[in-house]
């Protein structure tokens, strides 16, 4: 079936990059996604690629896509306090009115 | 921007209440979404609806119900609540373009 896994948990030292890892398992995924929840709010995406793509960069943030290993990641440079949240990664699995979701890791920011 | 508003940040009830989550959205989008979020667990997709009086079950739609009588507001309904339906509920609305989804703040429910 469709299943996205994160690992639950990464601890970093500020200014330090941080990268949240993810593996998807459904091939026809056209978008894979990275949301962020910041304590007490909804979800927020942060940014998305196509799935013909292999890189994407946005300021700090820069989206690896693996297609062969099914492997998307979510690097972000300078990590700031600010950045402290949970990362879900998703994608858009088989239907076209579903969005697959990882369970989720918390980025904890050290000083 | 878009504004997806869920009518209760907090609810306590009690077990074998009646409970509606109630979520509008100002965009104008078809798509319509509710999910649960538990810890370790991620979004697990309850309901959703691509048009009026249209829905799907999602992957974990036991115990719950959904009503879409306007474009614009989905609700979430459970009969009777139970202390397993302790959790977070999340609505979401979804463009057509990029499919990204647009959050709702969340409902946090506990069920006594």
């Known amino acids: 079936g469709e299943d996205v896994e994160q690992s639950l948990f990464l601890s970093v030292r500020e200014g330090d990059s941080s990268v949240i890892n993810c593996t998807y398992t459904?091939?026809?995924?056209?978008?894979l996604y990275w949301y962020k929840q910041e304590p007490g709010a909804g979800l927020q995406l942060l940014t998305y690629i196509f799935s013909n793509m292999d890189m994407k960069q946005d300021q700090r943030l820069t989206v690896l896509l693996n297609k062969k290993d099914k492997h998307l990641s979510l690097r972000i440079a300078d990590t700031q306090t600010g950045d402290s949240a949970i990362y879900f990664c998703a994608e858009t699995g088989s239907s076209a009115s579903k969005i697959i979701f990882g369970s989720g890791t918390r980025l904890s920011i050290r000083p | 921007d878009v504004k997806v508003t869920q009518s209760s940040r907090y609810l306590v009830k009690r077990t074998g209440e009646k409970v509606f989550l109630e979520c509008v959205q100002d965009m104008d989008h078809e798509n319509m979404f509710w999910y649960r979020q538990d810890p370790g667990l991620g979004l697990r997709l309850i309901y959703f609806s691509y048009d009026v009086k249209m829905k799907e079950k999602g992957d974990i739609p036991e115990g719950y119900s959904v009503s879409r009588e306007k474009k614009e507001r989905f609700s979430l309904i459970l009969e009777s609540a139970s202390t397993n339906q302790t959790s977070m509920y999340l609505c979401?609305?979804?463009?057509?373009?990029?499919?990204?989804?647009?959050f709702g703040e969340g409902s946090r429910l506990t069920v006594l």
């Open positions: 459904d091939s026809s995924s056209t978008y």
């Open positions: 979401a609305t979804r463009t057509g373009s990029t499919g990204e989804l647009f």
